[in-house]
């Protein structure tokens, strides 16, 4: 039954030749989708094989502590943008290399944060690129205060490696959190 106008109209009946093709989908999609925990939040992988997967691999890297695996993730010559006005990188511009990341990112976020942690959502593959729909959380020390914040990362990966990785984030929530307005 549908409302329509203000009133209830009966709906046709339902067209039955594409229900073994939405069956397909609909296993295809259950089957395809994986449920994990990270830092005690559930994330999804979405249509993709390969590329989710072994993002998925690198944030929970991350999530351990394993930084010498994440930068060996990378690709020698990886162009690492933070969003613009984030305060690690205001300009938005790139560092280079996975050594440019751990010392101007990795090292202060280990430094500047207590319990600094990614809680990746959903993952999806677009061609050669990587979406993750994401959380950032953990408590600023200087300023002592806290950060539940959403952000998505758009990483482009070539034989097995990161080689471009865009941040997305609220940066005034950011720059807030940290003081830096």
């Keep these: 039954m549908g409302l329509i106008g203000g009133g209830i109209t009966q709906n046709p009946k339902p067209k039955t030749h594409g229900l073994k093709r939405q069956a397909q989908s609909l ?30 691999s690198q944030y929970e890297a991350f999530g351990r502590g394993d930084i010498p695996t994440v930068l060996g993730g990378m690709s020698a010559d990886i162009h690492w943008h933070e969003a613009e006005s984030n305060p690690y990188m205001p300009s938005g511009e790139a560092w280079v290399g996975p050594d440019a990341i751990l010392n101007n990112l990795f090292v202060r976020l280990g430094t500047e ?26 408590t600023y020390k200087a300023t002592g205060k806290s950060m539940d914040a959403q952000v998505c990362h758009v990483s482009d990966v070539k034989d097995g490696k990161v080689t471009r990785f865009q941040q997305y984030l609220d940066t005034a929530k950011f720059q807030d959190v940290m003081g830096a307005r």
């Design 27 to 56: 296993s295809y999609c259950l089957l395809t989708t994986m449920t994990w925990r990270f830092t005690r939040q559930p994330a999804r992988r979405k249509f993709g094989f390969k590329k989710p997967l072994y993002k998925r």
């Design 113 to 138: 944060w207590d319990g600094f942690a990614v809680h990746p959502k959903l993952f999806y593959a677009a061609g050669d690129s990587v979406i993750v729909e994401a959380r950032y959380s953990g």
